[in-house]
């Protein structure tokens, strides 16, 4: 079952610019967690979010997590050309399941 | 090098004929999952394992199995191929709950 839902699906922006992708979920979550994927290519973990923390920093990404509102963000500011893929989030309930949104696909213009 | 390998990376086969794509991590991650991308579908998990032994269906198992004999290696068998698992297959592991998954480079399934 489809946990996350990305918004929006793709999104096209000019190098330099901060890119914004939101994620909303419907059940209670230990943690939300972000990937990339570059075309085709194997997904790698970006940023993790446990429930009790509301924002994340990880060099050019910031993520906040909205649990009244089962919402999350990511924040890719000054975004280069090699930020070009698609971006997940997934939701994870405490016990083995990981389950993945379907995505939004990022295209940076140089 | 920490990773999960996967084999093949692509593979092409007939309706009905057995198949296994292996899967293994250099890790020491107590848990593994396999997951299909489709598009407009996303990525749902097929199996997953908590440890040695410890196996449990996803969201979409049917027509796959998979064992847990050793906890580096979590292969995906096929027993009777059909072609709506034509798919892009990915294995991943993680060192428990409340860690990411670290993804393989994933098999591109084509059954004809």
């Known amino acids: 079952s489809q946990q996350g839902e990305e918004d929006p699906q793709a999104l096209s922006i000019q190098e330099g610019e901060n890119a914004t992708m939101n994620c909303s979920y419907k059940?209670?979550?230990?943690?939300l967690q972000w990937y990339r994927q570059n075309s085709g290519r194997g997904l790698v973990h970006l940023i993790l979010?446990?429930?009790?923390?509301r924002e994340k920093h990880s060099g050019r990404l910031r993520v906040t997590l909205d649990t009244s509102k089962k919402s999350s963000s990511l924040l890719i500011t000054a975004s280069r050309a090699a930020d070009t893929a698609s971006y997940f989030c997934?939701?994870?309930?405490?016990?083995?399941?990981?389950?993945f949104g379907k995505g939004t696909m990022l295209l940076v213009s140089p | 090098e920490a990773q999960v390998t996967q084999n093949p990376r692509y593979l092409i086969t007939v309706t009905g004929k057995k198949l296994t794509v292996t899967c293994s991590q250099n890790?020491?991650?107590?848990?593994m999952s396999w997951y299909r991308q489709d598009p407009g579908l996303g990525l749902r998990q097929i199996y997953y394992?908590?440890?040695?032994?410890?196996?449990d269906k996803g969201d979409v198992p049917e027509g796959y199995k998979v064992s847990r004999k050793e906890k580096r290696n979590f292969p995906l068998i096929l027993e009777s191929p059909s072609p709506n698992q034509t798919s892009l297959y990915f294995c991943?592991?993680?060192?428990?709950?409340?860690?990411?998954?670290?993804f393989g480079s994933g098999t591109r399934l084509t059954v004809v």
């Open positions: 394992s908590m440890n040695v032994e410890v196996t």
């Open positions: 059940t209670s979550i230990n943690n």
């Open positions: 979010i446990r429930s009790n923390e």
């Open positions: 991943a592991s993680r060192l428990s709950t409340g860690y990411g998954y670290t």
């Open positions: 890790m020491n991650h107590e848990y």
């Open positions: 997934a939701t994870d309930k405490g016990y083995s399941t990981l389950t």
